[in-house]
């Protein structure tokens, strides 16, 4: 298939965005926005490094693709509009397989109804897409991870674990329950977008997406909020079924698998009640796993807390690229 009739492909008829101006088919795209601050994202996956056309299908690899940048956009309390695609096709690439990508791609938008407005397409070695994905948020209500404070609760949305035990068990031939449900998570996410979006009434709130490990983004918040974090253990939520997996497998998971996308943040104690209503009303998943302390010393470190009621330090460890 030529580029041309790719493109002819994959163009929308109708666009849900009243933003956008002109969309795929000029040499760039436009849309217009004054009233509310820009937010964007920006994603690269590539091959045999985050993704296997071996254990995964097209459909699946484009809407993690998607998704993973669309939590991104919910982390920062915006909302996702548009996206922009650029893709290496390698000759092993069946054009049935490229549409299948951009199928899933189009699944996740539609939750959000997301308009794809542009990118590229070229030929090169190994499958790689890299993904753009732009939002709107009220004027000075983006949330950041550096906004924690002592005395703030901290919590996550979800399970944790269940990305990381569904990538297992696509790798395993053995049988467990809940299968389908945890390769699900891995394969196909449920982004917070819309929780994300109503914590607007929220005075202060501090998140970060879980993509690369509860340890890595705790520890991003404690470094940007210049504050300690001290976490539960025992409190990390997890879904029944999870017990069925070794007790190094599931301390490893929740702490370290990442690939979840779902939210961990911070929020003033006097505010935990409202956070909780608005959950609620989302059918969001949410618990208090533990809280912000001291400024005072210049090491802002994360603390676990086990069993054994001793502390020990969370390190800041996941997934990195150029990592060894």
């Known amino acids: 298939m ?3 009739t790719f493109i002819d492909q994959i163009k929308q008829s109708l666009y849900k965005q009243p933003a956008l101006v002109k969309g795929i088919g000029d040499d760039a795209a436009v849309f217009r926005q004054s009233a509310q601050d820009i937010v964007t ?6 091959e045999d490094v985050h993704f296997s056309r071996a254990l995964m299908d097209a459909l699946y690899i484009g809407y993690r693709a998607l998704a993973a940048n669309i939590s991104d956009i919910a982390a920062m309390g915006a909302a996702p509009a548009f996206y922009l695609v650029s893709i290496v096709i390698p000759d092993s690439c069946s054009d049935e397989e490229l549409n299948d990508i951009y199928k899933g791609m189009s699944y996740a938008a539609s939750d959000h109804r997301m308009d794809l407005i542009g990118g590229d397409t070229v030929s090169g070695n190994e499958l790689s897409i890299a993904i753009t994905v732009i939002g709107f948020v009220n004027r000075k209500q983006a949330r950041l991870r550096s906004a924690a404070e002592p005395g703030d609760v901290l919590f996550v949305t979800g399970t944790l674990g269940d990305a990381a035990a569904g990538f297992h068990i696509l790798n395993s031939n053995k049988f467990y329950k809940d299968s389908s449900y945890y390769m699900d998570r891995h394969r196909m996410p449920q982004i917070r977008s819309a929780f994300a979006k109503q914590l607007e009434p929220l ?3 501090a998140l970060n ?3 690369d490990g509860l340890a890595n983004e705790a520890n991003e918040i404690a470094e940007a909020s210049h504050v300690s974090l001290t976490i539960y253990e025992n409190q990390l939520p997890v879904r029944d079924s999870f017990e069925q997996f070794s007790e190094e497998e599931q301390h490893k998971w929740k702490l370290y698998g990442g690939e979840d996308f779902e939210l961990l943040g911070a929020v003033p104690e006097s505010e935990w009640e409202q956070l909780k209503s608005i959950a609620a009303r989302n059918s969001t998943p949410l618990t208090a796993i533990g809280y912000a302390n001291n400024r005072e010393n210049k090491d802002h470190h994360v603390w676990l807390v086990d069993d054994s009621h001793t502390p020990k330090r969370l390190m800041k460890k996941g997934y990195t690229h150029r990592s060894r």
């Open 2 to 4: 030529d580029e041309f």
């Open 41 to 46: 994202a920006a994603d690269t996956l590539v």
């Open 203 to 205: 005075t202060r709130v």
């Open 209 to 211: 997406d879980i993509s």
